[in-house]
């Protein structure tokens, strides 16, 4: 069973319908893995409807709240990688509390983060 966390851009894409999201997600779903969205992340992209398709996607999430301890980690991730960005931090740091691989539009960005974690986040660019 592999979880996988998504970022905003992963997001994005379900609700632009790119083929390789759905795809990548609906393939998740029947192996029975878990999907991860972090609170934060659904914020970032959200923007306040109707996005039926993301709506649709999400349906198959489960939306993680971000408590202190996983705010503390991203704090600390965005120091070590000299980044502002704590909603990509908060991926991150999901990604290593539940050994998931991470769905990403910004391949930079999250390696950047994991290696300030440093440990390794499998990655699928979509």
């Not at 790119?18 to 029975?32: F, I, K, P, S, T």
């Not at 999907?35 to 999430?61: D, E, K, N, T």
């Not at 290593?96 to 991470?102: D, G, I, L, P, T």
């Not at 440093?118 to 699928?124: M, P």
């Amino acid at each position: 069973m592999t979880t996988l966390v998504y970022d905003a851009g992963a997001l994005s894409a379900a609700e632009a319908n790119d083929q390789r999201m759905w795809r990548m997600h609906e393939e998740a779903l029947v192996r029975g893995d878990p999907v991860v969205v972090a609170a934060p992340v659904l914020a970032q992209a959200w923007r306040g409807g109707p996005q039926p398709l993301l709506s649709r996607l999400l349906h198959g999430c489960l939306v993680e709240a971000m408590d202190e301890a996983v705010a503390r980690a991203a704090g600390r991730t965005c120091g070590k990688a000299g980044s502002s960005d704590v909603v990509d931090a908060t991926v991150a740091v999901l990604a290593v509390r539940h050994s998931a691989e991470v769905v990403t539009s910004d391949r930079k960005d999250i390696e950047s983060l994991s290696h300030a974690i440093g440990l390794r986040i499998v990655l699928r660019v979509v």
